[in-house]
């Protein structure tokens, strides 16, 4: 009874709607890291560090890991894994 005709998709609206669907996307994801890694305070990131840990070193890798990551620098945390939560690949 019915004809299942198909489809044209002019490929400029499948490229604004993957654009559109891309840019939700990265903001609900940014919304749950951003709920998943809540901004600590150096002393904090130091009371989480391994026992024998100095502070100093602690503090230049945190530094050195926001840098390089484009990561904000109170939002990285020891118990971070780098790819997974911080997307270094």
Known sequence: ????L???IPAGVLL?????WGFFAGHVAE???QERWPAISDDEFVAKCSPGTTPETALKARRIIAEQLGV???RVSPEQRFV?????D
């Open 1 to 4: 009874m019915f004809e299942l």
């Open 6 to 8: 198909p489809v044209v």
């Open 16 to 20: 604004l709607a993957l654009v559109i």
């Open 31 to 33: 919304a749950n890291w």
């Open 72 to 74: 904000p620098y109170e």
């Open 84 to 88: 997974e939560d911080l997307l270094a």
